[in-house]
């Protein structure tokens, strides 16, 4: 019996510490000169597939960029603290009322899980992702933030971040991306294995031809980025 209980004593520290691990991460992150790999660029490396990641500072990415990625994924992102409870309010409802759900994932919290946990749908997932989320918006500034999430992004297979992103698709650094390449670049994150940036069929070009648009119009979104 002692030694059961010691082996679940030792069970309990083990998990304790791997939940514990990514809040540590996040204070380690905080400084600009660390360049984190994400747990998919891990098991791209576990798996012997390798992958293609070209660090790249946050001024040294193009604003069409950061524009499109904003009204693309997350339009509330200088506002919120990590999470946008209006609209995960509204995706709760939805599930309640047994509707088709939509998306309601912010930028920080797709950054978490992209550095720490795993794709999928799973509630254990979204239980972790969003105080993750919540610590990482506290610890990095916003700067910070977008500068982690646009380096760790997947682009495509064994494709990540935004510079890798710009010269596989377009052939030219993250610094150069048009209007036109970044709204491609936004609008194929949610699923960039289907969605080709760079070979984009008809529902992807008219997709991003709407966050264009809306990346035009997106100064007041994202001053706590250039101010």
């Known amino acids: 019996m002692q030694a059961l209980r010691r082996r679940r004593?030792?069970?309990?520290?083990?998990?304790?510490?791997?939940?514990?691990?990514?809040?540590?991460?996040?204070?380690?992150?905080?400084?600009?000169?660390?360049h984190p790999i994400s747990t998919l660029m891990l098991r791209d490396l576990v798996l012997l597939r390798g992958y293609d990641r070209q660090w790249v500072a946050f001024e040294d990415i193009s604003p069409n960029l950061v524009q499109s990625v904003m009204m693309s994924e997350d339009g509330q992102f200088?506002?919120?603290?990590?999470?946008?409870?209006v609209q995960m309010r509204g995706v709760v409802n939805d599930a309640l009322e047994g509707a088709a759900t939509r998306g309601a994932s912010t930028i920080p919290m797709q950054t978490a899980k992209n550095l720490f946990l795993w794709n999928g749908r799973s509630f254990i997932r979204k239980g972790m992702e969003l105080p993750l989320a919540l610590a990482a918006d506290f610890v990095w500034s916003k700067r910070r933030m977008m500068e982690l999430y646009l380096n760790v992004a997947?682009?495509?297979?064994?494709?990540?971040?935004?510079?890798?992103?710009?010269?596989?698709?377009?052939?030219?650094p993250a610094a150069k991306l048009t209007r036109?390449?970044?709204?491609?670049?936004?609008?194929?994150?949610?699923?960039?294995?289907?969605?080709?940036?760079?070979?984009?069929?008809?529902?992807?070009?008219?997709?991003?031809?709407?966050?264009?648009?809306?990346?035009?119009?997106?100064?007041?979104?994202?001053?706590?980025?250039?101010?």
Do not use: M, T
Not at 78 to 85: E, K, Q, T
């Open 180 to 227: 036109r390449q970044a709204a491609l670049l936004a609008v194929s994150l949610p699923n960039p294995f289907e969605r080709n940036a760079g070979k984009p069929g008809r529902g992807l070009r008219q997709l991003a031809s709407l966050i264009e648009r809306r990346a035009g119009r997106s100064g007041e979104y994202i001053k706590c980025l250039y101010e």
């Open 9 to 34: 004593r030792q069970l309990l520290l083990i998990a304790a510490a791997i939940v514990g691990l990514p809040y540590v991460l996040i204070v380690l992150y905080a400084p600009g000169f660390v």
């Open 154 to 172: 997947e682009w495509g297979p064994g494709i990540y971040g935004a510079e890798a992103a710009a010269r596989h698709h377009f052939g030219v």
């Open 78 to 85: 200088c506002i919120h603290g990590g999470v946008d409870w």
